[in-house]
């Protein structure tokens, strides 16, 4: 179920930016969308201040990021800077981020009509231009005031978290050397029978090679299921999945087939598509079944939001993958996992999976086709069609 977040008032709405990006922002500039006058949020973008504010590239920056806002359906945008400077006060301290605020006001007049712009420093929060004390007072409002919001409860209550910086927020846990020694010799074993097959022609031995990764996956997720369900929220990897298992997975997804396999299994209530993934594996037509997933992902008009069991047991999978596996072999893990993110909604997520998987292998096609997404601002199909919804309105 996807829940509605509504920005009622700006103490809410910084509460919500932390537990939407996963982590608390620094030396940032957070725009959010707000598609109705009833303050319903949408997309949530972060810049680096230092390139919001650069004097050369920062007015096209803050062009683009207008567009995006634009095509996510925003009736207008709140700018939230995240700096240790009061920017009522005058002199040379506050330079950046005043130049940010001019760059972004620039681009947004006229579009989004006139900007409303919020800092939050270590010590406290206040509006760019509130001059009342009573509101806003030197040093701004107390942080503690964000701690104890209506949105922060039910963030809380969903599970979300957030991680003192981006680095732990996106960061890949690394199982022990005694695990990840299993994995390699699981991945050794895996590996040589493929290619046995490879050398001496055995169509059947490699189809039935593929069936086996995919049902490895179908596995692998249904432990981590299981294990939702039946234990308390949190639980984590290896605990689910043996290494051995991880291992073979790593090699599977190097197979075109069964990694395009794994993506149909994303989209869920679809028994099409499950046909489809099996039929993928056995006789190679991946063209067609991935086409559908992706339309399912990416189409305004037939586009749905990732089912939230099912992302977080394939999320969690693909990052025991990756935590197992050889460093710089992780291209299809990492790229299903930027999919993942990008499907969510969190841009910062796929960004950082993505860069990674092009890290391991520069010229993988899928990382490349969705970075092309990714660099266009294109959203995912059911944010999209929030975002019309929103126009019409």
């Known amino acids: 179920m996807t829940t509605t977040i509504r920005a009622r008032g700006p103490r809410e709405l910084l509460a919500y930016i932390p537990f939407r990006l996963g982590y608390r922002p620094q030396d940032s500039g957070v725009l959010v969308s707000l598609r109705t006058s009833r303050g319903r949020v949408g997309l949530v973008a972060r810049v680096d201040l230092d390139d919001l504010a650069d004097l050369e590239h920062g007015p096209q920056v803050a062009r683009t990021l207008v567009s995006h806002l634009s095509s996510d359906g925003a009736a207008r945008a709140v700018l939230v800077l995240y700096a240790d400077v009061d920017l009522r006060a005058g002199g040379a301290p506050a330079a950046r981020e005043r130049a940010a605020v001019e760059h972004w006001t620039e681009a947004a007049e006229g579009y989004l009509g006139e900007p409303e712009v919020w800092v939050v420093s270590a010590t406290g929060y206040h509006g760019a231009d509130c001059q009342d004390e009573t509101c806003c007072p030197p040093g701004g409002r107390p942080l503690a005031d964000l701690e104890s919001t209506e949105v922060g409860a039910h963030m809380v209550l969903a599970g979300a978290t957030v991680a003192p910086s981006r680095a732990q927020a996106t960061s890949i846990p690394v199982l022990d050397a005694v695990l990840r020694r299993k994995a390699s010799r699981a991945a050794n074993r895996w590996r040589a029978r493929r290619d046995a097959a490879h050398a001496t022609h055995d169509h059947q031995g ?3 090679w593929r069936q086996e990764g995919l049902a490895a996956w179908r596995a692998a997720t249904g432990m981590v ?15 689910a999945v043996p290494a051995t298992v991880l291992g073979r997975l790593e090699v599977a997804l190097e197979s075109v087939p069964v990694r395009d396999a794994v993506l149909l299994s994303f989209v869920a209530g679809n028994d099409e598509l499950a046909t489809l993934t099996a039929t993928a594996v056995a006789d190679e037509q991946v063209g067609t079944g991935t086409a559908a997933a992706l339309a399912a992902v990416v189409d305004p008009d037939s586009g749905l939001p990732p089912d939230p069991l099912r992302a ?28 993942l993110a990008w499907w969510d909604g969190d841009g910062v997520l796929a960004t950082d999976r993505l860069a990674a998987a092009l890290d391991a292998d520069p010229s993988y096609r ?28």
């Open 366 to 393: 899928l990382a490349l086709l969705l970075e092309r997404a990714l660099d266009a601002g294109l959203a995912p199909g059911w944010a999209r069609q929030q975002g019309r919804a929103g126009r019409a309105t």
């Open 206 to 208: 490699l189809t039935a």
């Open 312 to 339: 977080r047991c394939a999320r969690e999978v693909l990052e025991a993958v990756a935590g197992a596996g050889r460093r710089g072999a992780q291209a299809p893990a990492l790229t299903l996992l930027a999919l």
């Open 225 to 239: 299921e299981q294990a939702y369900r039946s234990v308390e929220e949190g639980v984590r990897l290896p605990a």
